[in-house]
């Protein structure tokens, strides 16, 4: 029986018309700023004016509503905060909340219809000033206050009881803002206090489909029939790009080639900033049956553990098998696929680490052998977009 590999093309629209691609902090977000790749490379430089040049860039690129409208119509990501936060009630009635990168407001929200008795809504992007206007006109003014500022520079007059925040990333921590979220925890919350989300988790498999490879990097073989300009020198360069940097997309579950590992464990009441300078995890696939190994994909589940530890955690989950996300999956694909059958073992690591150019995009260094032989390695970049 032929086995799908990919949704049909129809599928497919419907899908993507449920998470639409412009996203927070877009990979795009450095385009049409006016400055030429080069200057881009430049300004990614460690000094100090480049940095706070990075900076500036990561939060104008939350300034747009169009980036809240695409993350608050994700609506399992909504609803998931909505349902963590309101069965959190006995955590948060009464209490003081800080909710970290607040954006328009919407989990802050969530937090005063629980119960809070204050909320702090931080944000360091001009979209603080829209979040003004919602609290307004919920009339929630007299328990949300607005703080516009970054989590790093500001103080708050009390610590407070639960932090709340959606930090999360293309492959989980891309933009890096989880470590504003270790910082507020650190600075502000009381001893035994409550963070929502409690944990994040990520997620590995081997998959087939060579459909990102037809449309990426054999189209480029097309265009001599279509348009009678040979195009075809450009596929290595096409090739290069699908293989060097993480793609964004989604995948069905039927395209998995073994059962998904959990490879990597982080516990948002203990991680500290320096683990999150390189973190690894090892994995183990035992294939089920003749395929062709196209790559590794890898997404994210977190968790807000409930307050009574015997029932359990309401989840966030990006897994292909799961309602899709404008997070989708991360696709890591080999420069050739290679052929494995039913019990063929791939084992190896997946290293993320910071970029050292700009600390916001990420690295992933993937590592595996064939039947403990053949190892085979390579370094994926999740940036915006330059090859
Ligand atoms: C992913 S959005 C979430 C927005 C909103 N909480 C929601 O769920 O719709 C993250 C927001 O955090 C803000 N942010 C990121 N790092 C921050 C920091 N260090 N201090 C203050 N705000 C920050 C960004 O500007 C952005 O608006």
Redesign the pocket.
């Known amino acids: 029986m032929q086995k799908r590999t990919f949704m049909d093309t129809e599928e497919r629209a419907d899908h993507e018309a449920a998470v639409p691609k412009i996203q927070?902090y877009p990979l795009t977000s450095f385009k049409g700023s006016g400055d030429t790749s080069t200057k881009r490379l430049k300004l990614s430089s460690e000094s100090q004016e480049g940095k706070s040049n990075l900076e500036r860039q990561y939060?104008t690129s939350?300034e747009d509503l169009g980036v809240?409208l695409e993350?608050?119509r994700d609506v399992s990501r909504t609803n998931t905060?909505r349902l963590a936060i309101l069965k959190s009630f006995d955590k948060i009635a009464g209490k003081v909340v800080a909710?970290i990168?607040?954006?328009?407001g919407?989990?802050s929200c969530f937090c005063v219809q629980a119960g809070a008795r204050k909320v702090y809504a931080?944000?360091?992007?001009s979209?603080a000033e829209k979040a003004k206007e919602v609290i307004i006109q919920n009339k929630m003014d007299d328990k949300i206050e607005i703080i516009k500022g970054?989590?790093?520079e500001i103080n708050l007059p009390e610590k407070v009881d639960v932090i709340v925040s959606?930090?999360m990333g293309y492959s989980l921590l891309y933009e890096s803002?989880l470590n504003?979220v270790i910082c507020a925890r650190d600075k502000w919350l009381k001893a035994g206090g409550w963070m929502l989300p409690s944990s994040a988790h990520i997620f590995i498999a081997p998959f087939t489909d060579d459909s990102v490879q037809q449309e990426r990097v054999d189209y480029w073989k097309k265009t001599a029939d279509l348009y009678g300009v040979d195009m075809s020198c450009l596929v290595p360069h096409a090739k290069k790009s699908l293989t060097n940097h993480i793609q964004i997309e989604l995948i069905e579950d039927c395209d998995l080639i073994a059962r998904a590992c959990k490879c990597i464990d982080l516990d948002l009441n203990t991680v500290q900033e320096k683990d999150l300078k390189q973190i690894q995890g090892r994995f183990h696939f035992d294939c089920f049956g003749s395929d062709k190994l196209s790559g590794f994909v890898t997404w994210f589940t977190t968790a807000f553990n409930s307050v009574d530890p015997d029932k359990e955690p309401v989840l966030l989950s990006t897994a292909p098998s799961s309602q899709p996300t404008h997070w989708r999956q991360s696709l890591m694909y080999l420069e050739d696929s290679i052929d494995v059958q039913q019990g063929t073992t791939l084992e190896g690591s997946v290293t993320l680490s910071p970029n050292p150019s700009n600390a916001r995009f990420l690295d992933v260094n993937l590592r595996f052998t064939i039947d403990g032989k053949d190892e085979k390695s390579n370094v994926y970049q999740l940036n915006d977009g330059l090859p």
């Open positions: 927070k939060f939350y809240h993350m608050i905060y909710d990168g607040a954006g328009t919407i989990l931080i944000e360091a992007s979209i970054r989590v790093e959606e930090w803002m504003s």
